[in-house]
Structures are given as C-alpha cells and as structure tokens.
C-alpha cells in the first residue's frame, strides 16, 4: 500500500476532490452544498475561518492553529475551485515573487 505523502501535494489532492464536489448533491456534501450557496457564502466561510485561525494564534494553543488552519485552507481551496483558479496559477505566483522583497513587491503593485 503507498502512503500519501505529507507534504503540499496533500493539497493539490485536496483540491481535486473539491472539483469533483460540483456534481455532487448538495444534500450528501458539505463541499457541494457550499458551491449550492455561491460565492458569496464561500467568501464568508473563508473569512470566518480565517477569523477562526487569529482567534486560535492570539488566545488557543498550537494544536487549534494547526486545526483552523487546516479548515482555513480548505475554505481557500473551494474558493479557488469557485472561480476556478488552480493551485499551480496561484504556485507560479509565489514563484515569480520568490526572492523580491515585500517592500518592493507591494510598491510595484502600486505602479501598475
């Protein structure tokens, strides 16, 4: 038997299951039921797991930050499969911003 790897490649794994949720019903997946609702519901999940995630860093310990996190994630992940961005446009993103500081990356932004 192969063990999945533990590693970002969960994610990539991830996020095709939650593609595949768009043909499910939404009575039987939370994933589906939550693409039912539209972004703006997908949008606010995501903002309440992110508050989620602060509240666990500023007041809760590690093992809650590691699991707001995770539902963090998640929620960003349908997001993406909503508007469909894949994680590999969102990877070369990070790549192409490698090694630029953020002082000079947000200024740049500010230019265009």
Same mark, same amino acid.
């Given at each position: 038997? =192969?063990?999945?790897?533990? =590693?970002?490649?969960?994610?990539?794994?991830?996020?095709?299951?939650?593609?595949? *949720?768009?043909?499910?019903?939404?009575?039987?997946?939370?994933?589906? =039921?939550?693409?039912?609702?539209? *972004?703006?519901?997908?949008?606010?999940?995501?903002?309440?797991? @992110?508050?989620?995630?602060?509240?666990? @860093?500023?007041?809760?310990?590690?093992?809650?930050?590691?699991?707001?996190? @995770?539902?963090?994630?998640?929620?960003?992940?349908?997001?993406?499969?909503?508007?469909?961005?894949?994680?590999?446009?969102?990877?070369?993103?990070?790549?192409?911003?490698?090694?630029?500081?953020?002082?000079?990356?947000?200024? @740049?932004?500010?230019?265009?």
């Amino acid at each position: 038997m =192969n063990a999945k790897k533990i =590693n970002s490649e969960v994610l990539e794994r991830l996020f095709e299951t939650i593609k595949g *949720r768009h043909s499910e019903s939404p009575d039987t997946s939370y994933t589906a =039921n939550l693409f039912s609702k539209g *972004r703006g519901k997908i949008s606010c999940k995501l903002v309440e797991e @992110a508050t989620e995630t602060i509240v666990a @860093a500023l007041y809760e310990g590690d093992d809650k930050v590691i699991s707001e996190s @995770a539902d963090l994630l998640f929620h960003l992940l349908v997001l993406w499969a909503d508007v469909g961005v894949e994680p590999t446009h969102v990877w070369k993103e990070l790549v192409r911003r490698e090694g630029t500081s953020g002082i000079d990356e947000k200024a @740049a932004r500010k230019r265009k």
